[in-house]
């Protein structure tokens, strides 16, 4: 399968003071910047700590979503990640089916545990919500029954604009998530250290070939924070080279994280230097 994404910038949108300190007008125009550069996909954090914790604040990730579907042409849209217990399945596939009406099929579901409740819970609840959401992504009336999650009949009109709906993506680096996402998934994001992006890859190697699974029908990608102390003007030349050990690795993209110090101007320098070190995806991918 062709990768879900080559380059991808993450809005990470949990601030230390109140929501209104990120304006969606910067975050529209650093998603503009960044399309016309080379990031083919933009993704927003669905962080609950963000509105849990004193002095926090943060945009809701779907809301946002669906107004930077207005707002750029060509990126693919999604969270990365909502945890699984944060929200009902339905209505989650419903958000991300607008979303993906508004922005002409560019949605993208990403999906994790979150580590919100009982850790022994959290695979099965992350299970049943992807199960879900694909039965809600097929244009029939979706029913499930599990132990967390049930649906009777629900229907999903309008649906989405591609046959079989938006992909879905799994995030993170333990085994069972990975595991999940060999079985389930459209495509997996390796979460944390790079060091353990090769071991993830193994496992993700490993579980499909248990599946019955062609590796190759699921696209992966790293995320890269590669920021704290990275001024402005030397964005550019640090994620060329940071986002290098994830494609000697394996991956098949990388999804960097945005400084909110930086301009559009930057972004798109960073893009345009990423494209020209590791070439960007083709037309039509």
């Given amino acids: 399968m062709a990768p879900l994404t080559r380059f991808g910038i993450r809005f990470s949108l949990s601030t230390d003071s109140h929501a209104g300190a990120i304006t969606f007008d910067e975050l529209a125009r650093v998603a503009e910047a960044a399309e016309t550069a080379g990031f083919d996909s933009v ?3 669905d962080d609950p700590s963000a509105v849990r914790a004193p002095g926090k604040g943060a945009l809701e990730a ?3 979503l669906g107004a930077l579907a207005t707002r750029t042409r060509l990126a693919r849209l999604g969270a990365l990640v909502s945890p699984a217990p944060l929200r009902p399945p339905a209505l989650l596939a419903k958000a991300v089916t607008t979303i993906d009406i508004l922005s002409g099929g560019r949605a993208v579901l990403g999906l994790g545990t979150g580590h919100l409740g009982d850790h022994d ?3 099965d609840r992350l299970e049943e919500a992807v199960i879900i959401c694909r039965r809600m992504f097929s244009g029939q009336p979706a029913s499930y029954e599990g132990r967390f999650y049930r649906v009777d009949g629900a229907a999903n009109l309008p649906g989405p604009r ?3 709906g938006p992909p879905i993506v799994i995030s993170g680096d333990d085994e069972r998530s990975l595991s999940l996402a060999a079985v389930h998934a459209d495509a997996c994001a390796i979460t944390g250290p790079l060091v353990h992006v090769r071991p993830s890859l193994e496992i993700l190697r490993r579980r499909c070939e248990a599946a019955g699974r062609d590796m190759g029908s699921l696209s992966t990608a790293s995320m890269v ?6 001024p402005a003007s030397g964005a550019a030349v640090a994620a060329v080279a940071a986002v290098a050990p994830c494609f000697q690795s394996g991956v098949a993209g990388v999804i960097v ?3 909110a110090e930086w301009s559009p101007e930057t972004v798109v320098r960073m893009g345009r230097a990423l494209s020209e070190a590791y070439g960007r995806l083709e037309d039509g991918d």
């Fill in 43 to 45: 993704w927003v954090s």
């Fill in 62 to 64: 779907y809301t946002l």
């Fill in 121 to 123: 819970d959290e695979w």
């Fill in 162 to 164: 591609r046959s079989g």
């Fill in 225 to 230: 924070d590669f920021q704290p102390g990275v």
């Fill in 257 to 259: 994280e945005w400084q």
